[in-house]
């Protein structure tokens, strides 16, 4: 027999027996009648928890239960069922963990495309689920393949709960370590190649957005230096912009464009260009300056 969870008022719970069948009032000592609402509910035998006016059973929700769509379901169970369900489709090795708004993929596999078939099944899961879609405003991946390099969202999962501004710098160069972020034609998108490197930099930003994050854009010293100083502050914007969609405070980013004025190699190479466009994030425990974005 399906058993939902039931909300209760404050004098339900006081009576602490007698679950099995209640009146429309609450009782309270020596039969008084207490003035708030009560749901009466069969029971069945076990531990609870009693939480935001909720019986819940602590062995957790039942199956059945955290099977169902909308205002019954647990928002808190969502990447379990959404990992049971991709087991059950064959990917075994793959599991889901929910961190502050942040889906992270996580499994070692030995073969790259069943990684990609699995990261796409996961993020359609997710995004297919209206429960998971709207606790998990980032996806991440953290599949390992065995004897490759770690994957992108790898730094991610090095930051503490409450992680400093050292922490928090290490994990976004971590993240660039070997990655860019590449944009579509008009620089007002990301490219979809890349958009795994820009998950994972909004993952680190979710989790120190306590802090104040520069976005700086750089490029190499080809073309008009307006020009490029305008293309670096388009690009810094775009990626401030798809942070905050993807639920980093606002208040918090702060996108410059540096244009070719801080290049890391002088060499007049193609290897020296492709060092010298880049983009860096830079952390300080400092205030936010009110200014109005270079667009």
């Known amino acids: 027999m399906r058993r939902p969870r039931t909300r209760a008022s404050m004098a339900f719970v006081g009576l602490g027996t007698g679950l099995a069948a209640c009146d429309a009032a609450s009782v309270g000592e020596a039969g008084t009648q207490i003035a708030a609402p009560s749901v009466c509910v069969e029971l069945a035998e076990g531990s609870y928890q009693f939480a ?8 957790g929700i039942p199956i059945e239960a955290s099977t169902k769509q909308g ?3 647990s928002p808190l ?4 069922r959404l990992q049971d369900q991709l087991r059950q489709e064959g990917y075994d ?10 889906a992270l993929i996580e499994g070692t596999i030995t073969d790259e495309e069943e990684k990609l078939s699995a990261l796409e099944a996961a993020s359609t899961a997710i995004r297919n689920d ?25 730094p991610v999962a090095s930051l503490p709960t409450s ?5 928090c710098t290490a994990a976004f160069a971590g993240v660039l370590d070997g990655h860019t972020v590449e944009f579509s034609a008009s620089n007002t998108s990301i490219s979809d190649e890349t958009m795994p ?10 989790l120190c957005d306590r802090y104040q994050i520069e976005i700086g854009a750089h490029t190499d010293a080809r073309g008009a230096e307006s020009f490029n100083q305008r ?3 388009t690009r810094a914007n775009t990626i401030r912009d798809y942070l905050i969609k993807a639920g980093v405070a606002s208040a918090s980013l702060t996108a410059v464009g540096y244009g070719e004025s801080q290049p890391i190699d002088t060499s007049q190479t193609t290897a020296a260009y492709a060092r010298n466009r880049r983009i860096e994030f830079s952390v300080s425990d400092a205030e936010p300056v009110a200014s109005e974005p270079v667009d």
Do not use: H
């Open 231 to 233: 293309l670096s502050q």
């Open 163 to 167: 992680p400093s501004v050292s922490a």
């Open 130 to 154: 209206a429960i998971a879609n709207d606790g998990a405003r980032i996806i991440v991946d953290m599949v390992e393949i065995e004897g490759g390099p770690d994957p992108v969202g790898m």
């Open 77 to 80: 169970q969502w990447a379990g």
């Open 52 to 59: 935001d006016g909720l019986f819940i059973p602590a062995s």
């Open 197 to 206: 490197v820009a998950a994972a930099l909004g993952a680190t930003a979710i």
């Open 93 to 102: 090795w793959l599991s889901i963990r929910e961190r502050s708004g942040i």
């Open 71 to 73: 205002s019954e379901a």
